[in-house]
């Protein structure tokens, strides 16, 4: 029983030498989103994104709560909230994903990643392809990029009265610096 | 003929009266300022474990009871950090490895300077949810 213990140590031990750190996480990740329209441009910005990567397998899991999106004017984070993603009932949006061409990314021959995934918006669960800029300084691994959404596919419903007001679809930016986990 | 004539005077100034009242009380509702937390008095004043485990337990039951309220919450510094020239408070919970993170206004930036780790503090912030922890916003240091 001892030495099964020993050698489950020693292996543990072994492995986590080969593969020192492999999952890198922040919780301070950038997620802003735009919509521009003639009528007005609109902005929100989400400073509180959780985000790990665990560069063994390339999966990203990204978790962001609704209501730390800020908009510029009060009345608009209230809309959004309250008749747009109606964040009382779905207070999350998630993203999982994984990064196809990992080799090419970690041996440094491709710098953009080529991430596909799930995206769930309002309880709605849709398939995405993003690409993102992949950095590596020091122990930083950060993950920069855009993509659009289409309001509709996520049962977003906009009031007729101000459809012009914003965009069908609109342009999400993402900056996340992730640092190894502990 | 002269009373036409002055009825419809009378009715031109009360549509543009009318028309600007409606103007000035869609722009204030428009211009509405953000909740000034400093100003606010909390919703719900409770430690930084009470809160921490109302999450941990029942999300869904914390969530209607919490979110976007003004939680003043009392706990023990674990980290100090800044993003985005931001200060970000974490106050921890012993035995938990999850916490609690204040996301402090901008005017708070001085003030989180002197603080250091292990301090006993007392933030007010509002409350936007769960992750891995207990998320604050537009926190500020309450006395």
Redesign the interface.
Known sequence: MQIRSIIILIFIGWHSLLFPQEKYLT??G?ISFYSHTPVEDIKAEN??V?SIVDLSTGEIAI???M??F?FE???M?EHF?ENYVE??KF??ATFTGKIQNLQEVMSGDNGVAEVDGKLTIHGITKPVQIEARTDTENEKISLTGKFMITVADYDIKIPAIVRNNIAREVEVSFKLEHLPYR | MKGVKRSVYISGILIIVGVLIGLIAFMR???????DVNASDADHTLAAKTLLEAFKTDENNA??LY??KIIQVEGEIRDISA??GNS?ITLGVEGSEESI?C?MYPTENKKALGLHKGQQIRIKGIC??????V?L?RAVISD
Do not use: C, E, M, R
């Not at chain 2, 509702?29 to 909740?35: A, D, E, G, Q």
């Not at chain 2, 936007?128 to 922890?133: A, E, K, P, Q, R």
């Open positions: 919780k301070q950038n400073k509180q959780l978790s962001i709560l209501k730390s800020v004017k009060a009345l984070q909230n964040s009382d207070p999350k | 509702l428009y211009n509405k300022p953000h909740t969530n209607k979110l976007d993003a985005d970000i993170i996301n936007t949810g769960f992750l891995l922890d998320i916003v």
